[in-house]
């Protein structure tokens, strides 16, 4: 579902407007799945991915399609910025800072552990702080986007972990 409305939706018949909304009904028939099924990942209560409104949904960030998405949300300036890779990414990391690769902005999170999980989807991962300019956007709660972020700006902090899922 993300991948259609953030990426590939065109190319499988799914039209996407140029504030990223697809009709519900054309995605879900390119999905192959009942548009209540749609609905249901859209409003689940975890990290907010969806916005539904009037029988069209889109992905609220990480497009490498030309939309605009206007957050029309107020979250305040976070008191820390997050981004999760790999170590494996490290040297590019500080020849040429964080860069959007595939996408149209780089993802930031204001929680340690959800960019420690981030890292952890691409190899061991690896938590690094971002020194912030206050010109990152907010896109939902808990995520800002920039499009780059220079090496001077970045730091290594790997947080630990307990049992209990702590972060320290």
Do not use: C
């Not at 993300?2 to 879900?28: C, E, T, W």
């Not at 889109?58 to 399609?65: N, P």
């Not at 029309?72 to 500080?94: C, E, F």
Request: glycine residues 10%; charged residues 20%.
């Amino acid at each position: 579902m993300a991948y259609q409305l953030r990426h590939d939706g065109p190319n499988n018949g799914v039209a996407i407007d140029k504030g990223g909304f697809a009709s519900m009904d054309d995605l879900a028939l390119a999905l192959k799945v009942d548009s209540s099924h749609l609905l249901a990942v859209a409003e689940h209560p975890g990290e907010p991915r969806f916005e539904v409104r009037g029988g069209h949904i889109r992905a609220l960030y990480g497009h490498s399609l030309d939309v605009l998405i206007e957050a029309g949300i107020n979250v305040g300036t976070p008191t820390a910025l997050y981004h999760g890779s790999s170590w494996s990414a490290l040297d590019a990391i500080i020849k040429d800072g964080v860069i959007p690769m595939q996408r149209r902005m780089v993802h930031l999170t204001n929680i340690a552990a959800e960019a420690m999980a981030v890292g952890a989807r691409k190899g061991d991962p690896i938590v690094l702080s971002i020194d912030q300019l206050h010109d990152e956007e907010p896109v939902a709660e808990g995520i800002w986007v920039s499009p780059r972020i220079l090496p001077s700006r970045l730091s290594i902090v790997n947080p630990f972990v307990d049992e209990g899922g702590t972060v320290r």
